[in-house]
T-cell receptor, first 112, second 113 residues
Framework: EAQVTQNPRYLITVTGKKLTVTCSQN?????MSWYRQDPGLGLRQIYY???????DKGDVPEGYKVSRKEKRNFPLILESPSPNQTSLYFC???????????FGPGTRLTVT | DAKTTQPTSMDCAEGRAANLPCNHS???????VYWYRQIHSQGPQYIIH???NNETNEMASLIITEDRKSSTLILPHATLRDTAVYYC??????????????FGDGTTLTVKP
Protein backbone atom coordinates (compact mmCIF):
# COMPACT_ATOMS: atom_id res chain seq x y z
CA GLU A 1 0.00 0.00 0.00
CA ALA A 2 1.31 3.45 -0.96
CA GLN A 3 1.77 5.45 2.19
CA VAL A 4 3.72 7.89 4.31
CA THR A 5 4.57 6.56 7.75
CA GLN A 6 5.67 8.48 10.81
CA ASN A 7 7.11 7.23 14.06
CA PRO A 8 6.37 7.64 16.82
CA ARG A 9 2.72 8.63 16.59
CA TYR A 10 2.71 10.00 20.13
CA LEU A 11 5.63 11.23 22.20
CA ILE A 12 5.91 12.94 25.56
CA THR A 13 9.38 14.17 26.40
CA VAL A 14 11.19 16.69 28.57
CA THR A 15 12.86 19.94 27.68
CA GLY A 16 16.31 19.52 26.21
CA LYS A 17 16.21 15.81 25.47
CA LYS A 18 17.12 15.28 21.83
CA LEU A 19 14.56 13.42 19.75
CA THR A 20 14.00 12.29 16.19
CA VAL A 21 10.69 11.79 14.43
CA THR A 22 11.04 9.51 11.45
CA CYS A 23 9.19 9.82 8.16
CA SER A 24 9.27 7.25 5.40
CA GLN A 25 7.46 6.95 2.06
CA ASN A 26 7.27 4.02 -0.32
CA UNK A 27 6.17 5.87 -3.45
CA UNK A 28 9.60 6.92 -4.77
CA UNK A 29 8.68 10.57 -4.31
CA UNK A 30 11.35 13.20 -4.83
CA UNK A 31 9.72 15.85 -2.64
CA MET A 32 9.24 15.56 1.11
CA SER A 33 8.19 18.11 3.68
CA TRP A 34 7.53 18.60 7.39
CA TYR A 35 4.71 20.69 8.85
CA ARG A 36 3.54 21.54 12.31
CA GLN A 37 -0.01 22.30 13.31
CA ASP A 38 -1.03 24.07 16.48
CA PRO A 39 -4.56 24.09 17.88
CA GLY A 40 -7.04 25.93 15.67
CA LEU A 41 -4.42 26.83 13.12
CA GLY A 42 -3.42 25.64 9.70
CA LEU A 43 -0.25 23.81 8.82
CA ARG A 44 3.05 25.66 8.87
CA GLN A 45 5.95 24.32 6.87
CA ILE A 46 9.15 23.59 8.79
CA TYR A 47 11.54 22.18 6.20
CA TYR A 48 11.25 20.60 2.79
CA UNK A 49 13.45 18.57 0.49
CA UNK A 50 13.28 18.62 -3.28
CA UNK A 51 15.46 15.52 -3.58
CA UNK A 52 18.22 13.53 -1.87
CA UNK A 53 20.79 15.77 -0.16
CA UNK A 54 18.73 18.89 -0.91
CA UNK A 55 16.89 20.55 1.97
CA ASP A 56 15.48 24.05 2.46
CA LYS A 57 13.83 26.04 5.20
CA GLY A 58 10.10 26.55 5.31
CA ASP A 59 8.31 29.20 7.30
CA VAL A 60 9.18 27.99 10.83
CA PRO A 61 12.56 26.18 10.78
CA GLU A 62 13.95 27.46 14.08
CA GLY A 63 14.75 24.68 16.54
CA TYR A 64 14.56 21.89 13.95
CA LYS A 65 16.99 20.00 11.75
CA VAL A 66 16.39 17.61 8.90
CA SER A 67 18.42 15.35 6.67
CA ARG A 68 17.71 13.56 3.40
CA LYS A 69 20.32 10.88 2.91
CA GLU A 70 17.94 8.47 1.22
CA LYS A 71 15.02 9.15 -1.05
CA ARG A 72 12.47 7.38 1.10
CA ASN A 73 13.38 8.88 4.50
CA PHE A 74 13.19 12.41 5.86
CA PRO A 75 13.71 12.51 9.63
CA LEU A 76 12.91 15.57 11.73
CA ILE A 77 15.39 16.24 14.52
CA LEU A 78 14.82 18.35 17.60
CA GLU A 79 18.25 18.81 19.17
CA SER A 80 16.95 20.53 22.31
CA PRO A 81 13.17 20.45 22.42
CA SER A 82 11.32 23.22 24.22
CA PRO A 83 7.67 23.46 25.35
CA ASN A 84 6.84 25.76 22.42
CA GLN A 85 7.54 22.82 20.11
CA THR A 86 4.59 20.96 21.55
CA SER A 87 2.52 20.42 18.44
CA LEU A 88 1.08 18.01 15.90
CA TYR A 89 3.61 17.21 13.20
CA PHE A 90 2.90 15.99 9.69
CA CYS A 91 5.23 14.65 7.07
CA UNK A 92 4.24 14.76 3.41
CA UNK A 93 5.66 13.62 0.09
CA UNK A 94 4.97 13.99 -3.61
CA UNK A 95 6.48 13.60 -7.02
CA UNK A 96 8.23 16.78 -8.14
CA UNK A 97 6.15 19.29 -10.02
CA UNK A 98 2.45 20.11 -9.66
CA UNK A 99 1.33 16.89 -8.01
CA UNK A 100 -0.61 16.08 -4.89
CA UNK A 101 1.09 15.78 -1.54
CA UNK A 102 0.46 12.62 0.45
CA PHE A 103 0.40 13.21 4.19
CA GLY A 104 1.37 10.92 7.01
CA PRO A 105 -0.91 10.25 9.98
CA GLY A 106 0.77 12.79 12.23
CA THR A 107 2.95 12.72 15.35
CA ARG A 108 1.62 14.36 18.47
CA LEU A 109 4.57 15.71 20.46
CA THR A 110 4.38 17.08 23.97
CA VAL A 111 7.43 18.72 25.53
CA THR A 112 7.21 19.35 29.26
CA ASP B 1 4.16 32.68 -2.30
CA ALA B 2 0.76 34.23 -2.69
CA LYS B 3 -1.41 34.14 0.40
CA THR B 4 -5.00 32.97 0.44
CA THR B 5 -8.08 34.21 2.27
CA GLN B 6 -10.95 31.92 3.15
CA PRO B 7 -14.06 32.32 5.30
CA THR B 8 -13.61 30.88 8.75
CA SER B 9 -16.66 28.66 8.62
CA MET B 10 -19.58 27.61 6.43
CA ASP B 11 -22.60 25.37 6.76
CA CYS B 12 -24.19 23.25 4.09
CA ALA B 13 -27.27 21.04 4.02
CA GLU B 14 -26.70 17.38 3.31
CA GLY B 15 -27.27 16.57 -0.35
CA ARG B 16 -26.79 20.15 -1.49
CA ALA B 17 -23.76 21.58 -3.24
CA ALA B 18 -21.12 23.12 -1.02
CA ASN B 19 -19.36 26.10 -2.56
CA LEU B 20 -16.18 27.11 -0.77
CA PRO B 21 -14.58 30.37 -1.89
CA CYS B 22 -10.91 31.32 -1.78
CA ASN B 23 -9.30 34.64 -2.53
CA HIS B 24 -5.74 34.67 -3.88
CA SER B 25 -5.48 38.14 -5.37
CA UNK B 26 -1.66 38.18 -5.39
CA UNK B 27 -1.26 34.90 -7.25
CA UNK B 28 1.46 34.87 -9.86
CA UNK B 29 1.28 33.32 -13.29
CA UNK B 30 3.12 30.13 -12.41
CA UNK B 31 1.30 29.39 -9.15
CA UNK B 32 -1.21 26.58 -8.93
CA VAL B 33 -4.30 26.56 -6.74
CA TYR B 34 -4.62 23.48 -4.54
CA TRP B 35 -7.36 22.29 -2.22
CA TYR B 36 -6.90 19.90 0.67
CA ARG B 37 -9.16 18.92 3.52
CA GLN B 38 -8.49 17.71 7.03
CA ILE B 39 -10.92 15.66 9.07
CA HIS B 40 -10.34 16.07 12.81
CA SER B 41 -6.55 15.83 13.30
CA GLN B 42 -5.86 13.36 10.52
CA GLY B 43 -3.34 14.08 7.80
CA PRO B 44 -4.71 16.44 5.15
CA GLN B 45 -6.21 14.81 2.09
CA TYR B 46 -5.71 16.13 -1.42
CA ILE B 47 -8.86 17.13 -3.28
CA ILE B 48 -8.01 18.90 -6.51
CA HIS B 49 -5.71 21.45 -8.11
CA UNK B 50 -5.57 23.70 -11.17
CA UNK B 51 -3.61 26.44 -12.89
CA UNK B 52 -5.99 28.32 -15.16
CA ASN B 53 -8.74 26.05 -16.36
CA ASN B 54 -11.61 24.67 -14.36
CA GLU B 55 -11.00 21.14 -13.15
CA THR B 56 -13.24 18.28 -12.10
CA ASN B 57 -12.52 14.92 -10.54
CA GLU B 58 -14.52 12.31 -8.66
CA MET B 59 -14.47 14.38 -5.48
CA ALA B 60 -15.03 17.96 -6.53
CA SER B 61 -14.87 20.73 -9.10
CA LEU B 62 -12.55 23.70 -9.04
CA ILE B 63 -13.64 26.93 -10.66
CA ILE B 64 -10.89 29.52 -11.16
CA THR B 65 -11.85 33.03 -12.24
CA GLU B 66 -10.44 34.34 -15.48
CA ASP B 67 -8.13 36.78 -13.69
CA ARG B 68 -7.11 33.91 -11.34
CA LYS B 69 -7.55 36.09 -8.28
CA SER B 70 -10.12 33.80 -6.73
CA SER B 71 -11.46 30.27 -6.96
CA THR B 72 -14.32 28.14 -5.70
CA LEU B 73 -14.27 24.53 -4.64
CA ILE B 74 -17.57 22.78 -5.31
CA LEU B 75 -18.61 19.58 -3.59
CA PRO B 76 -21.64 18.70 -5.71
CA HIS B 77 -23.63 16.63 -3.22
CA ALA B 78 -22.28 17.17 0.27
CA THR B 79 -22.56 14.36 2.79
CA LEU B 80 -22.00 14.33 6.53
CA ARG B 81 -18.59 12.81 5.90
CA ASP B 82 -17.57 15.98 4.06
CA THR B 83 -17.55 17.88 7.35
CA ALA B 84 -13.91 18.98 7.62
CA VAL B 85 -11.52 21.91 7.44
CA TYR B 86 -10.82 22.84 3.83
CA TYR B 87 -7.56 24.50 2.89
CA CYS B 88 -6.91 26.50 -0.24
CA UNK B 89 -3.23 27.02 -0.99
CA UNK B 90 -1.21 28.35 -3.89
CA UNK B 91 2.10 26.83 -4.89
CA UNK B 92 4.80 27.54 -7.37
CA UNK B 93 7.00 24.77 -8.75
CA UNK B 94 9.67 26.97 -10.27
CA UNK B 95 12.21 29.38 -8.87
CA UNK B 96 13.53 29.78 -5.35
CA UNK B 97 10.15 29.04 -3.71
CA UNK B 98 9.54 25.86 -5.69
CA UNK B 99 9.20 23.72 -2.57
CA UNK B 100 7.35 26.10 -0.31
CA UNK B 101 3.81 25.24 0.66
CA UNK B 102 1.87 27.68 2.79
CA PHE B 103 -1.45 26.68 4.33
CA GLY B 104 -3.79 29.29 5.77
CA ASP B 105 -6.28 28.63 8.54
CA GLY B 106 -8.87 27.11 6.20
CA THR B 107 -12.66 26.98 6.18
CA THR B 108 -14.49 24.72 8.58
CA LEU B 109 -17.34 23.20 6.58
CA THR B 110 -20.15 21.67 8.59
CA VAL B 111 -22.62 19.56 6.66
CA LYS B 112 -25.93 19.34 8.48
CA PRO B 113 -28.66 16.69 8.11
Amino acid sequence: EAQVTQNPRYLITVTGKKLTVTCSQNMNHEYMSWYRQDPGLGLRQIYYSMNVEVTDKGDVPEGYKVSRKEKRNFPLILESPSPNQTSLYFCASSFKGPNEQYFGPGTRLTVT
Amino acid sequence: DAKTTQPTSMDCAEGRAANLPCNHSTISGNEYVYWYRQIHSQGPQYIIHGLKNNETNEMASLIITEDRKSSTLILPHATLRDTAVYYCIVRSFVGTNAGKSTFGDGTTLTVKP
